[in-house]
């Protein structure tokens, strides 16, 4: 197939710039695909085998010279994405929807260019269920909470053929708000397989760059450092359980935005020579040479747009135990519930932790592994998940067990790891991408009403002054 593939691309610091790159590359083996990106954007290929990567300005007029087989939209809750708006709309493709929430980028894309009008004409048509009057707070700059309990994602889903997510517990969750939206799920690949070997030099190089102790057990926070990363959260814990663990650490690695003063928060609690700080890593190898030198990952981000945590899956592919909070679009995930430490949702009970009797009544014991059967390697726990309501305490417990069991690191890394290879390793995404183009090219454009400006055609004063010189719209 020819595709038209709109998606921000490196250097552009996002997961989904990074893994765009490497999926175009591999299905480009296969497909003709001409990427399209901001205009202006600065780009960066890979030699000889880098895709085609042109202005999204150029596709109208390429794409009418030699139609393309299908559109490609990858779309975040990110202004990296504002240009890909107007084509979504006019040219519907196959949208790969990262996060289910698109609130912040499409009201700051909006708002930004003193556009309230199509703002509020947007809000009404995504959430026609409630009060117009609600955009006022956006308007008004009372938006944070507001973005998190109304998406903004139903236009995107109504005007696309098709539509992808990365869980099938969140495709069901759109199924259940939208009846009759065509929806499908795409497996997300993202993460590097460290091996053992590999995993034990990362871990010794990193630690020295750092000054960080070979013998100390390690907490981790990967990506941005930001309140909704739960550090607070986690330098709270992180100080209740230093009476169990004494050489407990915590390395935040990647930078703090301006609004948060994450060096107040370490020195209110006395916590600096506990801490490290990375700041931005600009190189992806040293991301994962930092999840490498810890011991266990921390990915808590709350409030949530449901999207896949990049540096989770990092985590799991570098054989690193981690805890998560356990969020809707996630319950297909074996995982343990801390305040038992018995299996949550899609951990069964043949899990390596599980004794003959606790089969009978779902229960992982707190035991040696003498009380133990042999693992069935299915469905193991990947992760520790921890119910946002009892955050705190759960939090605490997960980060004690952690951190003086080193069975259970063990255990849970080796099973995360498999899961990764399993379920987010390339040759699954590619896979189920080649089933998704083909069922979305053969899904005809949908008919669906949407506000004016968003299929203006951008023409009427180019018209207007053409019809002055009996000009005829020659592109019509």
Known sequence: MRLAWFSPMPPVPSGIAAC??????????RHAIDVYVH???????????GPNIHSAHDF????????????VFQIGNSSHHDYIWPYLFRYPGLTVLHDAHVHHARAAALLRTKRPSDFRAEFAANHPDVSVDLAELAVAG??????YEWPMSRLVIEASRLTAVHTRPLMSLLNEQLPGARLTSIRLAHGTLVTEEQGRQLRSRMRSRYGIPED?????VFGGVTPDKRVPQI???LGAILPYAPSARLLLAGSAPEHYDVQADIQRRRLDGRVTLTGYLT????????IAASDVSLNLRWPTAREMSGPWLRALAAGRPTISIDLAHMVDVPSLDPRTWRPSHAAIRDSQFATREDRGNGAVPDSGPASREPRTANRDPVTIALDILDEDHSLRLAMRRLATDASLRAALGRAGQRYWEREHSMPCMLEDYERVLADAAAIPAPQVTLPAHLVNDGDRLLKE?????SVAAVWE
């Open 216 to 220: 100390a057990i390690v907490f981790g």
């Open 39 to 49: 205009s202006g954007a600065r780009v960066s290929t890979t030699g000889a085998d």
């Open 142 to 147: 009372f938006d944070t909470a507001m973005y």
């Open 20 to 29: 765009s790159a490497e999926l175009v590359r591999a299905l480009g083996t």
């Open 283 to 290: 190189d992806d190898s040293d991301l994962t040479a930092c």
């Open 465 to 469: 002054t053409l019809a002055q010189f």
């Open 60 to 71: 109208v007029w390429r794409n009418r010279r030699q139609p393309y087989d299908l559109t």
């Open 235 to 237: 330098l709270d814990a």
